[in-house]
């Protein structure tokens, strides 16, 4: 287990580039086993996830080699595996591969995903896609095994019965290879997924729609990747740091931003007062003195990111007044709140609904970070609070958040992280 020792209490200035997006990162690298040719991915963050899924890769017999930000996949020797649960439990995103699997071999076997535990996510959704596209699919022994008749997946109309960002990459990680044409309606719109399409594309896919409810895919018989494709910037990544900035009041400058991504969560963030100058690819944070509560509902993209509720919470927390916050996404992603209280803050939750009151004096204690944006959370509030605060499984924090350490001490902050990172290989 590691931890992350804050020393807090002062202001932070200077500025951050944000990483490659991690909810592109963990789709791309799946998807780069349906290529014939080595693959090249740039602007890859620097975490534990992206470690994992190499790891299930040499699983596969495929090479990857990752040198700064540059990642080079060889996937031209792959052979088919069983994934083992151990690691596919560990990491959410690891169901990825049923599609990517499934649109290679015409069959896969994923031991059930894991990641964070922020309530149900199943992946009904997911298997009625594979269905559709001709796939038999059952769970055996906590096993889900997909198989394809002789003649191979063809492509069929999918309306999914909910938003779902992990089935529609996936429905487009099986389908892409299919014969004939898949149709997604109900697709998810992120930008993630406009961004594993233009990846797909480049390599001579036919994706048309991401972005917009429908998505079409035409099958083709072969993806090459010709060229090196640049990831995404993080826009929860982004939106983090923003509450950082906008917390502290010290001046931070946040560079290698798509601000059309963060559109929703740069209106609450106008909204309660504070003080930005967007330019073309950054943000810069002005100190934000009176700053107002405000009320706040995730909704799928381009709606506020369920992802940046919990990191948007230690500002609400410097605001003068109540915040109600609603996530409609995930209710039950409250591991924060205790963790916070313990600190000083004033936030209860009741009936799916999380009151933040502003105004509270932050003292250093000891936390523990459940889950990736709990983690984010609680860093910001460490740097926030006077004296020092210890947060325990800090290696959830490295799972989604790229060289944070190094990252906060270019903005001056007093951070150590304690414990083995084994990142660097």
């Known amino acids: 287990m590691q931890k992350l020792v804050i020393n807090g209490g002062k202001k932070l200035s200077g500025e951050v580039t944000i990483g490659g997006a991690k909810n592109s990162t963990v789709a791309l690298i799946p998807a780069a086993i349906l290529s014939d040719t080595p693959v090249v991915l740039d602007s890859v963050p620097q975490i534990r996830d992206v470690k994992n899924l190499r790891s299930i890769l040499k699983d596969m017999n495929v090479t990857s080699e990752m040198k700064d930000d540059v990642l080079k996949i060889d996937p031209t020797k792959i052979q088919f595996a069983e994934l083992p649960s151990g690691k ?35 992946i009904d959704q997911h298997i009625k896609g594979f269905e559709a596209l001709g796939a038999h699919v059952e769970n055996k022994h906590g096993q889900i095994i997909i198989t394809t008749p002789n003649g191979g997946l063809k492509g069929a109309k999918i309306f999914l019965d909910m938003v779902s960002v992990g089935a529609t990459i996936n429905v487009i990680l099986a389908a892409v290879k299919a014969k004939g044409t898949t149709i997604i309606e109900n697709a998810a719109k992120e930008p993630e997924i406009i961004d594993l399409a233009t990846f797909l594309n ?114 609400l927390m410097k605001a003068d007044g109540e915040a109600m916050v609603i996530d409609t996404i995930y209710p039950k992603r409250i591991k924060h709140i205790a963790e916070l209280n313990k600190m000083g803050a004033n936030i209860t939750s009741e009936n799916d609904l999380i009151f933040v009151r502003g105004g509270a004096e932050l003292k250093g204690a000891t936390v523990s970070a459940e889950e990736i944006r709990a983690g984010a959370c609680l860093m910001i509030a460490g740097l926030l609070a006077e004296g020092q605060t210890t947060i325990n499984n800090a290696e959830n924090i490295l799972r989604g958040y790229d060289q944070v350490v190094w990252k906060l001490h270019c903005l001056g902050a007093d951070v150590k992280l304690i414990g083995e990172d084994d990142l660097v290989e």
């Open 202 to 315: 480049n390599m001579g896919a036919v994706i048309r729609g991401v972005g917009t409810e429908t998505i079409r895919i035409e099958g083709v018989d072969s993806l090459r990747s010709n060229n090196a494709h640049t990831i995404i910037p993080d826009r929860i990544e982004a939106g983090t740091y923003l509450s950082l900035a906008a917390a502290n009041g010290g001046g931070i400058l946040v560079k290698n931003i798509i601000s059309e991504h963060l559109d929703a969560f740069l209106a609450k963030l106008d909204e309660m007062g504070v003080n930005l100058e967007i330019g073309e690819d950054s943000i810069y944070v002005k100190d934000s003195p009176e700053l107002k509560a405000v009320n706040i509902k995730t909704m799928p993209y381009p709606g506020f990111a369920t992802d940046l509720q919990q990191p948007i919470t230690p500002l």
């Open 88 to 122: 596919v439990s560990s990491l959410r995103a690891s169901y990825y591969f049923m599609g990517a699997m499934l649109g290679r071999f015409g069959k896969a076997i994923v031991g059930f995903p894991g990641g964070d535990d922020i309530g149900p996510r199943p």
